[in-house]
């Protein structure tokens, strides 16, 4: 079967199916997080302490080749543990995520300032994306998408259910963790707010809190984007499964113009390619 990264000793090679949407030779962003979570979910298991957060510094570029993953426990507590991972590609660190894991509870306490919300309507009752938008990347067109509010091909906040179907390791299933944390890196995707043909955007870190552990394979991503000063933004995003909420995601954003983000982005994550413009085209064109 199909998967995103086969195992090669104590490493794992990128297949084709991990491309991502700014050259199809780079990692999406969705397939190096997923293998750093899967370390960080190795440890949770063994210690029985529950992922709370996840962050992720996305720092360079990563070609289809064979990358190893190093951990270390940063701070082995009763109550919290802090781990380290780290991606490399040989000798170079490509990304870094810091997780913070929690001893489990018996009970938690009721919230009498909740307020009841109505449930989302299930992946089933949506509507998959245009054919086009589907080709954004090698690695998305192994996604489902089910959209429930708004388009991923206009601008405008959105929620769109997504499920990774091909392992992301061959050999093994995808949990409902690694499905959590794939999915949430399309959060700036599925909100974004500019003209792509005038703007891009670059989001080089991720950050998940976790108030409760997801359950299933389909992962909905409400999101929307705030836009800031000096080309800053933010997008924030609530991800749930079919029992309703279990995190909230935050992302920083870098915006610039097309004119100027060929020269300043060139060789970065988020400079524009053949196929992203050729999308933009079809996507004027609907």
């Not at 440890?43 to 720092?59: C, E, I, K, M, Q």
């Not at 490509?94 to 018996?106: M, S, V, W």
């Not at 992946?123 to 090698?138: C, D, M, V």
């Not at 992302?251 to 196929?275: C, D, L, P």
Request: aromatic residues 8%; proline residues 6%.
């Amino acid at each position: 079967m199909t998967a995103i990264f086969v195992p090669e000793g104590h490493s794992f090679r990128a297949t084709e199916q991990a491309g991502g949407p700014w050259s199809p030779d780079m990692l999406q962003g969705s397939a190096t997080t997923a293998l750093m979570t899967r370390e960080v979910e190795r440890l949770a298991t063994a210690s029985n302490f529950a992922v709370r957060r996840l962050t992720f510094d996305l720092w360079r570029p990563a070609g289809l080749r064979a990358f190893s993953v190093e951990s270390e426990l940063l701070r082995d507590g009763r109550k919290a543990k802090t781990m380290q991972v780290r991606l490399m590609d040989g000798d170079i660190e490509i990304g870094r995520c810091t997780a913070l894991l929690t001893a489990q509870g018996n009970e938690s306490p009721s919230d009498p300032f909740a307020k009841a919300t109505a449930k989302d309507a299930a992946p089933e009752t949506g509507s998959p994306p245009p054919a086009f938008a589907q080709k954004w990347s090698r690695y998305f067109q192994n996604v489902s998408v089910r959209l429930i509010e708004g388009a991923l091909e206009k601008p405008g906040p959105a929620a769109a259910w997504m499920r990774l179907d091909v392992p992301l390791v061959q050999g093994e299933t995808n949990t409902p963790l690694l499905q959590a944390v794939q999915a949430a890196d399309f959060s700036s995707g599925v909100a974004q707010i500019v003209d792509m043909r005038e703007w891009t955007f670059v989001n080089p870190e991720i950050s998940l809190y976790f108030f409760r552990a997801p359950e299933d394979e389909w992962i909905l991503i409400r999101s929307r984007t705030q836009v800031g000063a000096n080309g800053a933004g933010l997008t924030m995003a609530t991800l749930s499964d079919r029992q309703g909420p279990f995190a909230e995601v935050m992302q920083a954003m870098t915006f610039e113009r097309r004119e100027a983000s060929q020269e300043a982005f060139s060789g970065e994550v988020g400079a524009g390619s053949r196929e992203e413009n050729a999308i933009i085209k079809e996507a004027q064109a609907s």
